[in-house]
């Protein structure tokens, strides 16, 4: 019996090994499959439930992880909600995580390889994995100037540091409150998102630098100048006739000047003079004259067509290709298929005022570890070169007689001198976007910045724009 | 090699008590230290910790004290063994406690403490396990009284489709876990005294000698009861573990592969039956093998569900676990009871999975150590089947969990929450320790003084090992130590 027994004994042995050897196929290997199995509530749980670390803004917390006792461990709150929407993002356990909430997500939850260690020493003491926090580059004060100044409206701010490329300032409106969104109670969340997506004013967009994108305007004249100069075929001293109407070629179709403006004052004008007024007819020449491949070719060395990230990821701004000259006309004063973001229109202006150079963009001043170690410190990093010195010059002294002398100025401030260009992108209805874009000062550029108010009347929204953009470079010059 | 010295040290065997205490005050400690670590702050505040270990600690006191009066000679092991298991379920039913509704943590403490009294009890009056012997029958009728009383009318009690409850009292109490003692000791009984009939008369067909109906008849109702259970009580797990036991033991006590081979067609056979026949053992094996088939995994009865989250708490554990307190267990039905290795597999990881595994191992090498150890046919075939009894339920247990095999509702022995399958587990350490006891006894050794004959030659008396097992070896073919 005992032989019986001695085998008993062996089988025994071998059913706890084999027992061993499952626990270890379900613990180990097939482990990560179990745990992204989309079933798997308790990934859901973690992730949505875990104490993410901080996006702060001058030291203030616009996204923070409380502690919570409904099944999740923490809630995910932004305190500022609409004001902050468009860069945080939301944090939802149904519909996943957008904005920084989505591009910071390994830093904000701790997963990043820079956190490697970290978690390492969190798996021996048992602390629960809590994320680095991310400090913005966003000045506080503006961000709510400028989330004030666009309240009632559809449109979008944005302001650089022409020098460094630090977001400032990135506004859109409408926005939404992303603490709905993140609610861990699943009926009010479904609702409200349903509601927001089916919204017409589409207040989930960043506009700033996602969404439908817009129609540069006249805005685009910036970059026919800088092509106008680059070419060769124009100087600053260069005289272009300057009809009321001009007849395209190939079509029926007429391109009228600027009504808002002074134009019909001269029937020949230097390109500053047009810049000032924002005269159509002599850019559309310009443009048709140095050819849509030079335009192009200035257009992306500002920006377009490049793909960036900030680290939100930003839509490509657009420059038509093969188009017919009556096309490149229109394309020349930022219409027909031209489409860019307010952040290539800011970014466009902050390398005229920043000697020809372009920087990155970026929100990011610095990530810090929960034990306050910086994982990330913002260094300013230098984009592209968009053009000469010269050149940028140049175009930085016609776009500030454009405020001194032209019809940019609303935006002017007393003893500054500030530089910026308007635009009224026709839209189709009866109404109009209208943009500013500028710098200011001119000598010495603290801040760049685009804005947009859609869908107003021209006399409204030009004078929505340039009160908005001054208002703005006051705020950041005092 | 000094023969005189040798039989010196095997004339006064020590008997390990203070071993067996200082291992049972390590074993103590595990309980309160798991529920400190779970929750510091609520431990310090409910005093579960100190309850745990006053409890614990006066239980096992008692149970040493009983040994040492009772039976010095016991095995050392087997006592802080069940106490560790013991402690360790503890814990983490606590812990669920904490996080879910289930309030069972009291509850278990309470049986604890009289699942060891009772084990004292038990431990004291038994002591020689052959009285075992003389109950043969009246446990087969136990077995069946107990197994039928949940199938009674106002006394039985249907949980989630499974009858296998009986109320007394507000209280539930699961009888199946006492029948597979009684179970196990009808077996033993009637294996041991039957062992050469069923063993010589017989036809022989081919190759294979079949034993005679009326030597056998017994069995086959004990065989019968255990489907009757599957059956009636839709029980799948105990089914397997009565059939499991009935099979091991007809192996131990007949050395007969070739029947065990048999056995399992016919476990092959029932199970095919009752896939077809039996819509509660289908929808096990169905959420066996479509387990991630959503219309499977979304079966509110019978489905997948509970497989699915508790292999994803498994996962989530991981090598090294999250910590006491840090997994999920309240995602997983059952968490407490039947899916408690899911519990501990998220909070301590394979790491700590792995390291319990090896006490139920010692646990029940312990057991098989008493069986080759003891010289009667029946103490041998009671303990080893009392070992075998606990490594099929592991088996299927955790095999059920990590899909090797059909999930099926048994508990993890000493773990789960549950008064009935303390109790049981207990009694069978009483009945072990009584066998580890008569194994390694040393007033038997007296008939054998002057044995010159018996060689003790390369045999280094290792406290453990009984000079009996190393007479009763020598005297097999096989020989060895055990």
């Not at chain 2, 040798?6 to 203070?18: I, Q």
């Not at chain 2, 022989?204 to 059956?231: E, H, N, Q, T």
């Not at chain 2, 008064?419 to 008939?447: C, D, F, K, Q, T």
């Amino acid at each position: 019996m005992n032989t019986a027994i001695r085998r008993a004994w062996i089988a025994s042995a071998c059913i706890f090994v084999l027992l061993l050897g499952t626990l270890t196929y379900v613990q180990f290997f097939d482990s990560k499959d179990l745990q992204a199995n989309a079933w798997n509530s308790r990934t859901l749980y973690e992730s949505y439930g875990s104490q993410r670390g901080s996006i702060v803004v001058d030291g203030v917390e616009v996204a923070v992880s409380v502690e919570s006792n409904d099944g999740y461990a923490f809630q995910r709150t932004y305190p500022q909600a609409d004001i902050y929407a468009g860069l945080t993002g939301y944090f939802s356990s149904i519909y996943g995580a957008t904005g920084l909430e989505s591009a910071m997500d390994e830093q904000l939850s701790g997963n990043s390889d820079a956190q490697f260690y970290d978690r390492i020493a969190q798996m021996f003491t048992g602390n629960t994995a809590a994320g680095a926090s991310v400090e913005l580059t966003i000045d506080g004060e503006l961000q709510q100037l400028s989330y004030n100044l666009l309240q009632g409206h559809k449109g979008s701010i944005v302001a650089l540091n022409p020098k460094t490329g630090e977001v400032l300032a990135m506004v859109s409106s409408p926005s939404y409150d992303p603490n709905v969104l993140a609610s861990h109670n699943a009926e009010p969340v479904i609702a409200e998102y349903a509601a927001l997506n089916e919204d017409p004013d589409r207040p989930l967009y960043n506009r700033a630098i996602a969404g439908d994108t817009y129609a540069p305007a006249s805005t685009f004249k910036i970059i026919d100048a800088v092509a106008a100069l680059e070419s060769g075929e124009y100087t600053a001293d260069s005289v272009i006739p300057n009809p009321q109407n001009l007849s395209l070629p190939n079509t029926d179709v007429t391109l009228p000047n600027y009504l808002g403006g002074n134009c019909t004052a001269r029937s020949e004008a230097t390109i500053e003079w047009a810049f000032a007024q924002s005269c159509n007819t002599p850019f559309a020449q310009i443009a048709m004259k140095v050819g849509q491949e030079q335009i192009a070719q200035t257009a992306q060395n500002f920006g377009y067509g490049q793909d960036l990230s900030i680290p939100l990821t930003v839509s490509q701004s657009v420059f038509p290709t093969n188009m017919e000259d009556s096309q490149l006309a229109l394309a020349s004063i930022g219409q027909y298929d031209v489409k860019t973001t307010p952040l290539q229109v800011a970014m466009t202006s902050a390398a005229i005022a920043n000697e020809g150079v372009q920087m990155k963009p970026n929100l990011i001043r610095s990530v810090k570890s929960h034990n306050l170690s910086s994982l990330y410190d913002f260094s300013a990093e230098q984009l592209r070169r968009s053009t000469s010195p010269a050149v940028a010059h140049q175009v930085r002294d016609w776009m500030v007689n454009s405020v001194d002398h032209g019809i940019a100025a609303g935006a002017s401030v007393d003893g500054v001198s500030v530089g910026g260009k308007t635009g009224t992108a026709e839209t189709g209805t009866d109404t109009v976007n209208s943009w500013f874009t500028g710098f200011a000062p001119a000598d010495d550029p603290q801040v760049a910045i685009a804005v947009v108010y859609e869908d107003v009347d021209t006399t409204t929204g030009s004078q929505l724009s340039t009160s908005a953009a001054q208002q703005i470079f006051e705020a950041v010059l005092n | 090699m000094n023969k005189a010295s040798t039989v010196s040290r095997v004339d006064t065997p020590r008997s390990r008590r203070l071993t067996e205490l200082l291992l049972t005050l390590c074993a103590i400690a595990l309980c309160p230290i798991s529920m400190y670590l779970i929750d510091p702050d609520r431990a310090v505040e409910n005093r579960m910790w100190l309850q745990a270990l006053l409890v614990q600690g006066v239980g096992a006191l008692i149970l040493h004290a009983v040994m040492y009066l009772r039976a010095r000679y016991a095995d050392p092991f087997i006592l802080p063994l069940a106490v560790a298991l013991n402690g360790l379920g503890l814990a983490m039913i606590y812990r669920i406690d904490l996080t879910t509704p289930a309030n069972a943590g009291a509850m278990q403490l309470m049986w604890t403490g009289l699942a060891m009294v009772v084990s004292a009890v038990v431990l004291f009056f038994l002591r020689d396990h052959k009285i075992l012997l003389k109950v043969t029958y009246i446990s087969l009728l136990a077995s069946v009284l107990l197994l039928i009383l949940p199938l009674m009318p106002f006394l039985g009690l249907e949980i989630n489709g499974a009858r296998i409850w009986i109320s007394v009292g507000g209280r539930t109490f699961q009888p199946g876990e006492l029948a597979k003692i009684t179970l196990a000791i009808f077996f033993a009984g009637y294996l041991s005294t039957h062992r050469d009939l069923i063993l010589l008369a017989g036809k022989k067909i081919g190759p294979v000698r079949l034993p005679r109906f009326r030597d056998m008849a017994p069995m086959v109702v004990a065989w019968l009861i255990s489907l009757a259970v599957l059956v009636f009580q839709r029980d799948l797990g105990s089914a397997i573990l009565f059939f499991g036991i009935f099979l091991v033991m007809l192996y131990l006590a007949t050395g007969r592969l070739t029947w065990v081979a048999l056995g399992l067609l016919f476990v092959v056979a029932g199970g095919l039956l009752a896939y077809n026949y039996i819509s509660h053992v289908h929808y096990r094996i169905n959420a066996w093998t479509h387990a991630f088939e959503p219309e499977i995994y979304n079966q509110p009865l019978g489905g997948s569900g509970q497989i699915v989250q508790g292999l994803f708490g498994l996962a989530s554990g991981g090598l090294f676990g999250r910590g006491w307190g840090n997994g999920r267990p309240d995602l997983v039905s059952y968490s407490n009871s039947d899916m408690i290795i899911t519990a501990l597999g998220e909070e301590l990881g394979l790491m700590g999975l792995g390291a319990i595994l090896m006490l139920f191992l010692l646990l029940i090498s312990r057991g098989f150590r008493a069986a080759l150890g003891t010289r009667d046919a029946f103490g041998k075939l009671l303990a080893a089947g009392f070992s075998a009894l606990m490594v099929i339920q592991l088996f299927v247990v955790i095999g059920g969990v990590t899909r090797l095999i059909p999930l099926t509702g048994l508990t993890t022995p000493f773990m789960s929450a549950g008064g009935s399958s303390l109790l049981s587990n207990w009694i069978i350490v009483a009945i072990l320790l009584a066998i580890s006891h008569a194994a390694r006894a040393p007033h038997v050794v007296e008939a054998f003084d002057s044995a010159d004959s018996v060689d003790y030659s390369g045999s280094e008396a290792d406290g453990a090992t009984s000079v009996i097992s190393r007479i009763t070896d020598s005297t097999t073919p096989q020989g060895g130590r055990g």
